[in-house]
DNA sequence: TAAAGTGAGGTTTTT
DNA sequence: CCTCACTTTA
């Protein structure tokens, strides 16, 4: 058999990963190595040459868009299309298996998945019940403290020695969440692989069974495992089973949520024969990038040890552009992206990466004033959307009229008169009927005044409604009807300006994402119906991609959702103190060197070009803020950086200036001259009266006929001679 | 009960 | 500065 395509565009080391005969296989890749390559082709190695059936592999990543994207690789080279191929996210395997075992799990059949949104309610719920104050008993903390401990594998919470009032008290309130979720059957999403990991303790000859069918694992992005997913690896293998991990210690950006990278070392130590492989040619960036990156990374302790190289040519310096505040930060990246269009080259080509989401706002204003298409990744995703959830509460109840958490959350959505007075007498009646609050609300009606009894019956009568429905109709039909009958898009489009407008659109959108579903990674004796697994699906994969993906936008994210992607310029805004690395990370030095990692990881998504930039003055929260530059810029030798800034010519002395910008950017300054007339985009047309500054300080003074005098950033401002 | 007004607090994020 | 949760008021 020709297997040459399988091998052909290897390098020897990604080959040898490929071929690697021991039944354990470890694979250092650095950013751009290939790693995702080599995890396709040994797949494909497996099936074709290994003569493995597919469907007795696994193929585990973290987030659904890597597991997607692996999904089409392996489909592509296998040549055939593999829905029922075990190849997911650690949370979408481990679901669909206690989907299929959910008796031996202890499970009811029905179960539902808690987002971290619902998690947040129930927690809330119990702290009340239990009359906690919530002032004290943070629900956020709380949530944060509950699944750490279930990432750890634990069931009752592992206190400090000398814990605190506070952690005892969390740790009952776990327990009381567990019950609670028991009983109202929903499991979070720690809790899907916890419940797996002791489901295959439990029934060995289930756990055989898994471990004669998984014959080879292989796990993308290993650095990140938790705890819990470690040991569910590790009880998959078994002794017989195969496993290839591919990881990166330097890309380890998870650690503050459970991930161990020490789980590589760990890997090693667990499993005897171990190879290890190190990809180290880097295929994405220019020279100069590289060794920016390379300088960077080398100054964290403890690495596994890995030096990427390139046979790429050298390509321009890492630019560093020191903006007067984050406005000009903003305005400086979108010129930038305007030259780079006037190359003729494409937006989507740019992204523009930051440390935290709030800095995505000034951005995305400015490049709104350029006009200029754009796309924000993160933030609040599709499914996790408020409306939207609605939506699909509705849509849970008609399923299971005792789903609580869903009724809690669309009871009085809309409006319907069932206030917190009421609520808390449902909640009591449920308590001692020891029923769901759907059936103790029937009770409540009968009991209750004509007021509250009618919408309640209105209520009743629409769920039944929606839940004759669900049986009969496809889910695109049955969302349409869902929207008709409860008034929640009148509701949401309400709400004053654009939200309500986007709300509504949103609800229209769903009908369309319930029109193009269809399901991945399911067993063909799946009993579940289409609305049940779109729910699941709705719970699992935020819906990332909801939002139109072949239009030429310019991309936004934050430095952690940019792993694993690459584009030919980035921008890596706000390299300030305090911002980047974070001040609450650069007091332990753990923390900052995985800040230093989230750099790294920030520098190696450039293909050609890199910017760093950071602002003098900062506004944060309506404070300006004076920050000194990142420390990490200091960290890249001079040689493979360049500082962007604007040198004047005959400032002081000549009434005419015309600063320009020394070396190689792209960056145009106008030549003006005192009491020239000048026009600018919004504030109309005035003279100039005064200047001031040099290099990137160079600023003019113009007195605008309709608005007064203003001090603007000569580089930046959009002034155009009269 | 629902809408308007006041005050704390505000990394990173996937599932 | 902006968001959210909570309090006051009609």
Known sequence: MDISYILDDLNPIQREA?????????????????????????????CKVKEINPLSLMTVTFTNKAAKEMRGRIESILG??????????????????????????????????????????????????????????????????????KDEGRRIAKLPNKATYVEEKMA???????????????????????????????????????????????????????????????????????????????????????????????????????????????????????????????????RLGKELWTEKEEGELVKIYRAFNERDEAKFIVDIIKSWMDEGRSLSECAIIYRSN???????????RAELPYRIYGGVRFYERLEIKNALAYAKLALDQNNDTAFERIINVPTRGIGAKTMDQIREAAREENSSLYVAAQNFANSSGPKIANSLKIFFELVEKLSESAEKKEIEG?????????????????????????????????????????????????????????????????????AKENEDAIQMMTLHSSKGLEYSVVFVAGCEEGLFPHKRSTEDPKQLAEERRLCYVGMTRAMERLYLTYAEVRNVYGVDGFSPASRFLKEIPDEFKYEIRMASENISKSKSFSPKIVGGTDHKVGGFALGDRVGHPSFG??????????????????????????????SFAKLNKI
């Open 80 to 149: 055939e299309q593999l829905n029922q191929m075990w190849c997911g996210t650690f949370h979408g395997l481990f679901h669909r298996m206690l989907k299929m075992h959910w008796e031996e799990a202890g499970l009811v059949k029905s179960f539902t998945i808690l987002d971290g949104d619902d998690q947040n309610r129930v927690i809330k719920r119990v702290i009340k019940k239990m009359n906690l104050d919530e002032a004290t008993w943070q629900p956020r903390q709380t949530q944060w403290f509950i699944n750490k401990q």
């Open 685 to 714: 047309e005035g003279v100039i009266l005064n200047y001031e500054g040099d290099g990137s300080n160079a600023r003019v003074q113009v007195n605008f006929d309709q608005e007064g005098t203003k001090w603007l950033v000569l």
């Open 358 to 368: 709030a800095q995505s706002r000034i951005l995305e204003d400015s490049i709104l």
């Open 172 to 302: 009952d309130i776990y327990l009381e969440y567990q019950k609670t979720c028991e009983e109202e059957g929903v499991i979070d999403f720690a809790e899907i692989l916890l419940r797996c990991h002791e489901m295959l303790t439990k029934n060995p000859n289930l756990l055989n069974h898994y471990q004669k069918r998984f014959q080879h694992i292989l796990v993308d992005e290993f650095q990140d495992t938790n705890e819990i997913q470690y040991l569910l690896l590790k009880q998959l293998v078994g002794n017989e089973g195969q496993m290839t991990v591919v990881g990166d210690d330097d890309q380890s950006i998870y650690s503050w949520r459970g991930a161990k990278s020490s789980n590589i070392n760990r890997f090693i130590n667990d499993f005897k024969g171990v190879k290890t492989l190190k990809l180290e040619q880097n295929y994405r960036s220019t020279t100069n990038i590289l060794s920016a990156a390379n300088a960077v990374i080398r100054n964290n302790p403890e």
């Open 478 to 546: 049955f969302f349409e009807e869902l929207l008709d009958n409860t008034d929640l898009k009148k509701f949401h489009g309400k709400e004053p300006g654009e939200k309500g407008r986007s709300r509504v659109e949103n609800l229209e959108e769903l009908i369309s994402a319930a029109a193009g579903f269809f399901s991945i990674g399911e067993d063909a004796d799946d009993e579940r119906s289409q609305l049940e697994m779109f729910l699941d699906q709705a719970s699992l994969d935020a819906g990332e991609n909801q």
């Open 18 to 46: 490929v071929t690697e005969e021991l039944p354990y296989s470890l694979v250092l890749a650095g950013a751009g190595s290939g790693k995702t390559k080599v995890i396709t082709h040994k797949v494909a190695w497996l």
